[in-house]
């Protein structure tokens, strides 16, 4: 029996978003009553919720949202478990070799902290367990594909240079933010159906 998990997190009205960008918006453009059939504008930032980075977010020239192949958001990924890792822990290079024969060229790797757990928290998007700058090396180096993980970010927010992002995003891997309900996965692989609103 195949069983279908939700990853992803609500976009809806009060929904916490990144610190500096903005909220979203809900309008109603017509309604039955008036209009005899209803239908609503929605305007959010491209980094609201479960989204993707492509590496056009920090790489000038770099693969647009629009170009990232199918092949690349759909298929087997890999689930790394690093739930012990707390507030403001990092992932270095040492925790992801403990699980290097699953981390191969091609691959998705989804890594789950459960810090989806303090989603709506005030420290969600500032005390979230990160990768170090080694560790997205690390990944860089194996040619994985996709990273997902259930943190708002690979990186701090402290973080100015963006040097994890442009690591990863600099070496074409595609990033997964912000996923939700990786504890529901049963064992340590899934197949994963990314389709980004386009």
């Given at each position: 029996?195949?069983?279908?998990?939700?990853?992803?997190?609500?976009?809806?009205?009060?929904?916490?978003?990144?610190?500096?960008?903005?909220?979203?918006?809900?309008?109603?453009?017509?309604?039955?009553?008036?209009?005899?059939?209803?239908?609503?504008?929605?305007?959010?930032?491209?980094?609201?919720?479960?989204?993707?980075?492509?590496?056009?977010?920090?790489?000038?020239?770099?693969?647009?949202?629009?170009?990232?192949?199918?092949?690349?958001?759909?298929?087997?990924?890999?689930?790394?478990?690093?739930?012990?890792?707390?507030?403001?822990?990092?992932?270095?290079?040492?925790?992801?070799?403990?699980?290097?024969?699953?981390?191969?060229?091609?691959?998705?790797?989804?890594?789950?902290?459960?810090?989806?757990?303090?989603?709506?928290?005030?420290?969600?998007?500032?005390?979230?367990?990160?990768?170090?700058?080694?560790?997205?090396?690390?990944l860089a180096?194996?040619?994985?594909?996709?990273?997902?993980?259930?943190?708002?970010?690979?990186?701090?927010?402290?973080?100015?240079?963006?040097?994890?992002?442009?690591?990863?995003?600099?070496a074409g891997?595609?990033?997964?933010?912000?996923?939700?309900?990786?504890?529901?996965?049963?064992?340590?692989?899934?197949?994963?159906?990314?389709?980004?609103?386009?």
């Amino acid at each position: 029996m195949v069983r279908y998990i939700d990853l992803t997190l609500p976009i809806e009205e009060g929904m916490p978003f990144w610190p500096g960008d903005s909220g979203p918006e809900f309008r109603e453009v017509k309604n039955l009553e008036q209009d005899g059939y209803a239908v609503q504008a929605i305007c959010f930032s491209n980094h609201i919720g479960t989204h993707l980075d492509a590496p056009s977010h920090v790489v000038k020239g770099g693969m647009t949202l629009d170009r990232i192949p199918l092949e690349t958001l759909i298929g087997k990924a890999v689930l790394i478990d690093f739930s012990d890792k707390g507030k403001k822990d990092r992932i270095t290079r040492k925790d992801l070799q403990a699980h290097g024969d699953m981390i191969r060229e091609g691959t998705r790797v989804l890594i789950r902290t459960s810090w989806d757990s303090h989603y709506g928290s005030s420290f969600f998007f500032y005390d979230f367990p990160c990768l170090t700058l080694e560790a997205a090396q690390d990944l860089a180096e194996r040619g994985i594909a996709l990273l997902g993980m259930d943190t708002p970010s690979p990186s701090p927010i402290d973080d100015p240079k963006q040097g994890i992002h442009k690591t990863l995003l600099g070496a074409g891997i595609v990033l997964l933010e912000c996923l939700a309900n990786l504890h529901s996965l049963r064992g340590n692989e899934c197949e994963l159906i990314v389709l980004p609103p386009l």
